[in-house]
Structures are given as structure tokens and as C-alpha cells.
């Protein structure tokens, strides 16, 4: 039982390339996110997928678009790449009808440097 | 001003000490409470649920006052393994089961 994985795990980009985050759980949630992390501010949300089929922007959504590709599948690509998007991402999972309703588990995440 | 406030540290204490966090939140909506962990390099990690009557987790304590908007941490005895930045989250749940960090406070106990 791997939770959350996340690939890659460090990518150095040029400013303009495009690149996918790939994000995969194997808890059977319905609920998938996806978060960047920078110093000073906090976890911030940038898409969730409450359930599959179903893709919604967060508080931080440009620059960025997701794909829930099925169940446990949650992709974060990023079009154009700018120094901005320079970060920590995060993706996690949450069950809301589950026992710990709105504990979420986190993958590893992928440091992302944009030059 | 952030939606969930906290002092950034950081905190700098001996093992054995008793360590107190706390967190503000600007949301009278929000409806429920979490402290979060989080080790350097890592991913967050789920501490502890705070509830209204406050609640207790071995050498955790935590407590919430929701006239005041703002949640506590304490922590008795520190060990060198707490060391960590810990989270204060909260829940709304309009936009998917959303959860709100603030950007953390750190700890760092020492021997």
C-alpha cells in the first residue's frame, strides 16, 4: 500500500517548457488535490477533483490545468513554464465519507525550478 | 491578512520543556480543525483532529475556542523528534472538503 506517489521528484524547467506532475493513490479516495508550497506561505490550493469526473480551480489556478484521469489518478500540467511557478507541489487524497472524514494524505512531493 | 494566522518561530527549546503554539483563523465559518506535522523536506502529515471540548493525544494537547477564532498546540516534554514545523489547518466545505493551511511554526528542541 504506496498512499500517494508523486513523479518526478525534482525537474528544473526553462521558462515557456511544459511539463506534467503525475499523482496516483491507492486508497480508493475520492478526493484528489493538488497544492503548491512556497516559503512564508502556506500549503496553497491550485485544482481539487472532489470525485472522479469532476475537476474544480482553487485558490492559485493560473498557469495550470489538471486531468483526473480515473479513480487514482490526478495529473497537474503546467503549459508555459514561469520563474513564478518556482515551488514545492504536493498532491493528496482525502475520502470524505471515510472514518477520519477530512484527514488528507499527502505524496511526497515534486520540487519544481523554474530558470 | 491570511485566513489562518500563526507565529512563524522559531521556537527554540530543551527537551523535557512544555512548548504552546497558537493559530488565529478569519473564517467564523470554518467548522473543523487540524494539526498538521510536517518535517523538513517532507510531506504534511496529519497530528491531530482539535475538537470543541478540546482533546488529548499522549504528551498532545489541543484546544479550540471558537469565540476567540483561534486554536491551540501544546506540547509537554519535547523530544528531539518533535522538532518540525507544525501546521494549523482548517477545513471549510464549500470547494471540495477544502482545507486551509497557515504557513506553519517552527520547533526546534535541543539536547
Known amino acids: 500500500n504506496a498512499g500517494v506517489t508523486q513523479t518526478p521528484k525534482f525537474q528544473v524547467l526553462k521558462t515557456g517548457q511544459s511539463m506534467t506532475l503525475q499523482c496516483a493513490q491507492d486508497?480508493?479516495?475520492?478526493?484528489m488535490y493538488w497544492y503548491r508550497q512556497d516559503p512564508g506561505m502556506g500549503l496553497r490550493l491550485i485544482y481539487y477533483?472532489?470525485?472522479?469526473?469532476?475537476?474544480d480551480k482553487g485558490e492559485v489556478p493560473n498557469g495550470y490545468n489538471v486531468s483526473r484521469l480515473n479513480k487514482r489518478e490526478f495529473s497537474l500540467r503546467l503549459e508555459s513554464a514561469a520563474p513564478s511557478q518556482t515551488s514545492v507541489y504536493f498532491c493528496?487524497?482525502?475520502?470524505?465519507?471515510?472514518?477520519?472524514?477530512?484527514?488528507?494524505?499527502f505524496g511526497p512531493g515534486t520540487r519544481l525550478t523554474v530558470t | 491578512r491570511k485566513e489562518v494566522e500563526q507565529d512563524p518561530g522559531p521556537f527554540n527549546v530543551p527537551e523535557g520543556a512544555t512548548v504552546a503554539f497558537n493559530c488565529t483563523y478569519s473564517?467564523?465559518?470554518?467548522?473543523?480543525f487540524f494539526w498538521y506535522r510536517q518535517d523538513c523536506r517532507k510531506e504534511p502529515k496529519l497530528l491531530m483532529s482539535?475538537?470543541?471540548s478540546g482533546n488529548e493525544d499522549g504528551r498532545f494537547t489541543a484546544q479550540l475556542n471558537r469565540a476567540s477564532q483561534y486554536i491551540s498546540l501544546l506540547i509537554r516534554d519535547s523530544k528531539l523528534s518533535d522538532s518540525a514545523t507544525y501546521l494549523c489547518?482548517?477545513?471549510?466545505?464549500?470547494?471540495?472538503?477544502?482545507?486551509?493551511f497557515g504557513a506553519g511554526t517552527i520547533l526546534r528542541v535541543k539536547s
Open positions: 477533483s472532489a470525485s472522479e469526473g469532476t475537476t
Open positions: 486508497m480508493n479516495h475520492n478526493s
Open positions: 493528496a487524497s482525502s475520502d470524505p465519507l471515510g472514518d477520519k472524514t477530512y484527514e488528507q494524505y
Open positions: 482539535v475538537y470543541s
Open positions: 473564517n467564523s465559518a470554518s467548522q473543523s
Open positions: 489547518v482548517v477545513n471549510r466545505r464549500e470547494y471540495g472538503n477544502k482545507l486551509v
